[in-house]
């Protein structure tokens, strides 16, 4: 069983910048895919950001040169850094692992202003 805890949301600005964390209880970041999705209301989840076992990443197309996924082995965290914040980031971010059948964090709330 994994728990993953999202952590880092809040409130800012267009223009400003957040880090989300996600931090897994055991340790899967590091021999694992992680991926950040997000979801804005009446719209699908979207996946945002993934980061490879082996260390490759790949965005969506909207987050491209503003969104950096990486990982930090050693805290067991998988991290989001958005930069150039948009209103259209706003949105619920959701950390997931692939194991299994899959593991969701909570989910944590993104709001951006303009």
């Known amino acids: 069983q994994v728990q993953l805890a999202e952590s880092g949301g809040g409130l800012v600005q267009a223009g400003g910048s957040l880090r989300l964390s996600c931090a897994a209880s055991?340790?899967?970041?590091?021999?694992?895919?992680m991926d950040w999705y997000r979801q804005a209301p009446g719209k699908q989840r979207e996946l945002v950001a993934v980061?490879?076992?082996?260390?490759?990443?790949n965005y969506a197309d909207s987050v491209k040169g503003r969104f950096t996924i990486s990982r930090d082995n050693a805290k067991n965290t998988v991290y989001l850094q958005m930069n150039s914040l948009k209103s259209e980031d706003t949105a619920v971010y959701y950390c997931h692992a692939r194991i299994n059948r899959g593991y969701w964090g909570q989910g944590t709330q993104v709001t951006v202003s303009s």
């Open positions: 055991r340790s899967i970041v590091s021999s694992n895919t």
């Open positions: 980061i490879t076992s082996w260390g490759s990443t």
